[in-house]
């Protein structure tokens, strides 16, 4: 294996996480599908063919994961985390955030 390029998901979560990143997808009333991965190694964000995969290192107690993710897709939106809205999965895996 070439170890000299990186990896797809690691060119794909190099540019998610930068600021405004994914600005592209940021339309008053879209729904945004995530599968998230929390006390994950780092925070990321993926875009990927069934919707957008997130890792966080956040652990899945007292919201603090939800937290994570939601300041991560904000920043990756170039939005304020008080316009994105948790409308399903608050204690699963997969979630649907609506932005505002």
Known sequence: MDRSRPTRAAA?????????SLAHLATPGAEFTLRVTPRASRDMIEETPAGLRVTVTAPPEDGKANASVTKLL???L???????????GATARDKTFRLD
């Open 74 to 76: 904000a920043r990756a």
């Open 78 to 88: 170039g939005v304020a985390k008080s316009r994105l809205t948790l409308i399903r």
């Open 12 to 20: 794909l979560g190099d540019r998610a996480n930068r600021k405004g």
